[in-house]
């Protein structure tokens, strides 16, 4: 394994690591970092190498129902025993986001008193990918009330944390990212399980977009993906199935018509100021417009969306 591997683990302390699932089935990793402590925080991920090194599983899923704060002090005192042993610790989950980020935020703010916001931008500055689901920050929030007698943290750490009201503006910024990264995701042949799961965190953001800024955000959406896009090449299909499918999951959600969406950015003045190729975003667009046409936007279609059989089904019946 080549050190480029290694860009799905991140250092947060000296002897503290946080990563996904691929790096947990890294021996070379563990070897490398003298790592003997790995905390597993997903249900059906194996522990790679129980043999020949100290597992604490913590099963839960990644929804904001599951309580992962009875957790926090068993997790505190795995790390703290390895530490005292002078050995680094792993935690992961599967994409190292979520979960396991949560359980690093919570040692850290265990660890060094830290507040909340102190905690997580420290594991942020390292690793800009976490973002705990809402009922991970709810937990972390009671976690420093019952540190510090109070909430310290007044800010809003993250789009999920719902204790602060966001503007139009930068919710739709949020759902925007989420966009993208599926788009990315999908032509970069992500497993189903990464862009279900990008799927569900991009329906929780498109939740919170107000009624009348849908056809605002669809318009940035579909600019923003295809500025993604360079040459006409085999990654840019992929791409463009995945801004399909992602603008018929939006556009069911907010049962509003792909085509009638499409027709009216190009008809605005903002898509004429556009510097970009415009012969090959069009042809993009009719793209989009032609595989629309087959979109059943029904209820059903959009149970098989949430179901997210996508690629299996868009492999089976186009060659790109």
Same mark, same amino acid.
């Given at each position: 394994?080549?050190?480029? %591997?290694?860009?799905?683990?991140?250092?947060?302390?000296?002897?503290?690591?946080?990563?996904?699932?691929?790096?947990?089935?890294?021996?070379?990793?563990?070897?490398?970092?003298?790592?003997?402590?790995?905390?597993?925080?997903?249900?059906?991920?194996?522990?790679?190498?129980?043999? =020949?090194?100290?597992?604490?599983? &913590?099963?839960?899923?990644?929804?904001?129902?599951?309580?992962?704060?009875?957790?926090?002090?068993?997790?505190?005192?795995?790390?703290?025993?390895?530490? =005292?042993?002078?050995?680094? &610790?792993? &935690?992961?989950?599967?994409?190292?986001?979520?979960?396991?980020?949560?359980?690093?935020?919570?040692?850290?703010?265990?660890?060094?008193?830290?507040?909340?916001?102190?905690?997580?931008?420290?594991?942020?500055?390292?690793?800009?990918?976490?973002?705990?689901?809402?009922?991970?920050?709810?937990?972390?929030?009671?976690?420093?009330?019952?540190?510090?007698?109070?909430?310290?943290?007044?800010?809003?750490?993250?789009?999920?944390?719902?204790?602060?009201?966001?503007?139009?503006?930068?919710?739709?910024?949020?759902?925007?990212?989420?966009?993208?990264?599926?788009?990315?995701?999908?032509?970069?042949?992500?497993?189903?399980?990464?862009?279900?799961?990008?799927?569900?965190?991009?329906?929780?953001?498109?939740?919170?977009?107000?009624?009348?800024?849908?056809?605002?955000?669809?318009?940035?959406?579909?600019?923003?993906?295809?500025?993604?896009?360079?040459?006409?090449?085999?990654?840019?299909?992929?791409?463009?199935?995945?801004?399909?499918?992602?603008? =018929?999951?939006?556009?069911?959600?907010?049962? &509003?018509?792909?085509?009638?969406?499409?027709?009216?950015?190009?008809?605005?003045?903002?898509?004429?100021?556009?510097?970009?190729?415009?012969?090959?975003?069009?042809?993009?667009?009719?793209?989009?417009?032609?595989?629309?046409?087959?979109?059943?936007? %029904?209820?059903?279609?959009?149970?098989?969306?949430?179901?997210?059989?996508?690629?299996?089904?868009?492999?089976?019946?186009?060659?790109?």
């Amino acid at each position: 394994m080549t050190s480029c %591997s290694f860009k799905s683990t991140h250092k947060i302390t000296p002897n503290l690591y946080l990563g996904d699932a691929k790096i947990a089935r890294s021996k070379y990793f563990f070897e490398n970092n003298n790592i003997h402590g790995i905390i597993n925080v997903t249900s059906n991920e194996p522990n790679a190498y129980p043999e =020949s090194n100290d597992y604490l599983r &913590v099963n839960i899923y990644d929804k904001p129902s599951e309580q992962i704060r009875p957790f926090f002090q068993h997790v505190f005192e795995f790390i703290r025993r390895h530490h =005292s042993l002078g050995h680094s &610790v792993l &935690v992961h989950c599967q994409m190292g986001i979520s979960r396991s980020a949560t359980l690093v935020i919570a040692y850290l703010m265990i660890d060094g008193h830290k507040t909340l916001g102190e905690a997580f931008q420290q594991a942020k500055s390292v690793r800009q990918q976490i973002d705990p689901n809402e009922g991970f920050i709810r937990q972390l929030r009671e976690l420093e009330i019952s540190l510090f007698g109070q909430t310290m943290t007044l800010e809003r750490i993250t789009f999920l944390d719902l204790s602060i009201e966001e503007s139009s503006k930068v919710v739709m910024d949020h759902v925007l990212i989420a966009l993208e990264d599926f788009v990315a995701a999908f032509a970069d042949d992500a497993s189903l399980q990464t862009l279900d799961m990008l799927k569900d965190k991009l329906l929780r953001l498109a939740d919170k977009v107000k009624r009348d800024n849908v056809t605002d955000l669809l318009f940035h959406g579909i600019c923003k993906c295809l500025r993604m896009l360079g040459d006409d090449d085999s990654l840019d299909a992929e791409a463009r199935i995945g801004l399909q499918q992602a603008l =018929s999951v939006l556009c069911t959600f907010y049962n &509003v018509d792909i085509k009638d969406c499409l027709d009216n950015l190009t008809n605005t003045k903002e898509w004429n100021d556009l510097c970009i190729d415009v012969p090959l975003v069009n042809r993009w667009i009719n793209y989009l417009r032609d595989k629309s046409s087959s979109v059943d936007t %029904s209820e059903t279609e959009f149970n098989r969306i949430s179901n997210f059989d996508i690629k299996k089904d868009i492999y089976s019946t186009n060659n790109y």
